[in-house]
């Protein structure tokens, strides 16, 4: 049976994949570390230090969140945005690919503010930390339904929502939008090929932001 016509997963259980647990700028964890307390900031902390207009993913009180804060948007473009969250308008849009010197996780955030040409708010990722791993996780936990919490310039929060996880390729989208079982085993497909490709790479040679920036000067946006 393949893939994508499979039921669905049990459940997510990323240490079955032997990555570590990372958490940025603290030691890296063993692969499959359980009962260690993270002591996360608050989202509006961490909002006044994110990249702006890229997404930053965690999960908050078993909830995956996603963070984004607006910059170069009129009040006009930031308040139709600010309605379309509210609104449930959202989709996270996540792909993958491999480079020679790491993995690369692609998150994108669609808000729908105009029906045809949504806002995209595009990031990459790690796959070793642990917040991409919790959200990930999460994600499988809450059937691919998750929050947006979205700032302006001033990482001031303008509106929350919801979002639901799919998984390219697509056309249209119906909100508020109910991920498949096809989008959560692709998800976690994701992250076996990830981990693969992690695995195979001798430790010196790996560089995320090398992968990443091979990843921006050769690929179009999702």
Known sequence: MGLFS???REAFDLAELGLPRVV????????????VTIRLRSCDDIARSASPMSPFV?????????LVKLAGLTEREGAELASAVTAGDSLLVAAYRSYPTYP??????FVYDSPNDPLRFEGYRD????????FAVGLDRTDGIGQVRLYDESAQLLATGQFGLRIPPFDATKFPYKSTTQ??????????????????LPPARRDFDTAVDAYIAAEPPL
């Open 6 to 8: 499979r039921k669905r």
């Open 24 to 35: 940025p700028g603290a030691p890296e964890r063993p692969a499959g570390e359980h009962g």
């Open 58 to 66: 965690l999960d908050v009180q078993g909830t995956p969140t996603v």
């Open 104 to 109: 690369v996780v692609v998150l994108a955030l």
């Open 127 to 134: 796959l070793a930390t642990v917040d991409v791993q919790d």
């Open 183 to 200: 989008d959560l085993n692709r998800l976690w497909e994701i992250c076996r090929l990830g981990a693969t490709w992690y695995h195979s």
